[in-house]
């Protein structure tokens, strides 16, 4: 099915990217919500565009990139940065995933299937796109939070929101869409497209309802609204639960994981799962930016009067500019970032250890070098 869509399905939307190109510019000059001087677009604009579209298109097949077409979509994503508010940005690329989506619906050259799993990798590839669009803010943007400096943070915050949300309800919405153009050719000999459209959607929900949840435990921690049942807890049997929680990912992800738990019991008093749900925070960031073959060390001590937890990793390592921002809220790296989210992981595991009394801190010796979190509690004992 796969070679299916690289050398059909693929061949098709290559072939039709002049149509594409229009439709594109067809939609965003017909959109109110642009203002006036982006909705007709211009040269540059749709060369821009043109590059993302090629660049959706291609990475959806096997063939990997060359180091003119990296220069051309580093060109293209600075073009919208200069170009569009973060929001403009986002509808452009809501106009170029509603084209390329519905031609992929249309291509006859493939089983309604494939059609399927066509418009599924290019919407999942053009938010990977749009992530790294709005990875820098624009100048317009910059210039907008300097004018108006007490709303640039809330401005930037509910983009982040919007933008994930939306990341969120794109696949669902391309799955709603491909069961109701089915519909009429009746979906009971089709159990095979029922099965991945119900797995797509299951997909999507999980994903809004973590979002959704991050949202309500961080506005919950940050009014001290949050419930804590605090017993005595033994940091070793917590870290090493997490660790075997986290194993079978770590496995698939050819990223070995190693605990190493203190030579005694440490003991602290705090709410278990609270400190596991930090404790897996750290493991799953240090596993989505480890490479293959890379390690990751869990380990457990008693330094003194405090009772400490340290994750490092091998991974891409963190700048001395983005340790200083780590733990703010809806804030995410920019350069060769994998993350996803609202950005409210760490910024939660912090609130939860300073509740418990303790600190959390990052450390690394800068890109490639990897990193290092410090969880220190005070210790029973």
């Not at 075997?244 to 050819?254: D, I, K, M, R, S």
């Not at 490639?368 to 210790?379: A, E, I, K, Y």
């Amino acid at each position: 099915m796969l070679l299916s869509l690289e050398t059909n399905g693929l061949v098709f939307l290559d072939g039709q990217k002049k149509a594409l190109l229009a439709e594109w510019v067809r939609r965003s000059a017909s959109d109110a919500r642009l203002t006036p001087a982006t909705r007709l677009p211009n040269r540059e604009k749709v060369c821009a565009i043109r590059a993302i579209l090629s660049e959706t298109i291609r990475v959806c097949g096997s063939r990997q990139r060359s180091g003119r077409e990296n220069t051309e979509l580093h060109d293209a994503c600075r073009v919208l940065r200069t170009a569009y508010t973060p929001s403009e940005t986002a509808l452009e690329f809501s106009h170029l995933r509603a084209t390329l989506q519905a031609a992929a619906l249309r291509c006859d050259v493939l089983s309604a299937t494939e059609r399927a799993m066509l418009a599924e990798r290019l919407g999942r590839r053009l938010d990977e796109l749009l992530a790294d669009a709005l990875s820098t803010c624009t100048a317009s943007d910059a210039h907008d939070t300097q004018l108006d400096p007490d709303h640039g943070e809330e401005r930037v915050t509910l983009e982040v929101v919007s933008h994930e949300l939306r990341s969120g309800l794109t696949p669902l919405f391309t799955w709603l869409n491909v069961l109701n153009t089915q519909l009429a050719h009746g979906l009971a000999d089709q159990p095979e497209l029922l099965a991945r459209a119900c797995q797509g959607m299951q997909r999507s929900a999980r994903t809004l309802k973590r979002l959704v949840d991050d949202l309500h435990e961080f506005a919950a921690l940050s009014r001290g609204r949050i419930s804590m049942v605090r017993a005595e807890a033994d940091l070793n049997a917590l870290a090493g639960a997490c660790a075997a929680g986290l194993t079978p990912q770590a496995e698939a992800a050819n990223v070995r994981l190693r605990f190493e738990p203190a030579a005694e019991s440490v003991r602290v008093h705090g709410d278990e799962t609270r400190l596991q749900q930090c404790i897996m925070n750290l493991l799953n960031n240090a596993l989505k930016f480890t490479p293959e073959h890379g390690l990751i060390t869990l380990r457990v001590s008693r330094e003194n009067q405090d009772a400490v937890v340290e994750v490092s990793d091998t991974g891409m390592g963190i700048s001395d500019a983005d340790l200083a921002r780590l733990f703010e809220p809806f804030w995410h790296r920019a350069k060769g970032s994998k993350a996803t989210g609202l950005g409210l992981g760490l910024a939660i595991v912090k609130a939860i250890v300073e509740t418990h009394g303790g600190t959390v801190e990052a450390f690394s010796s800068g890109d490639g070098q990897g990193s290092t979190f410090r969880l220190s509690l005070p210790v029973i004992g």
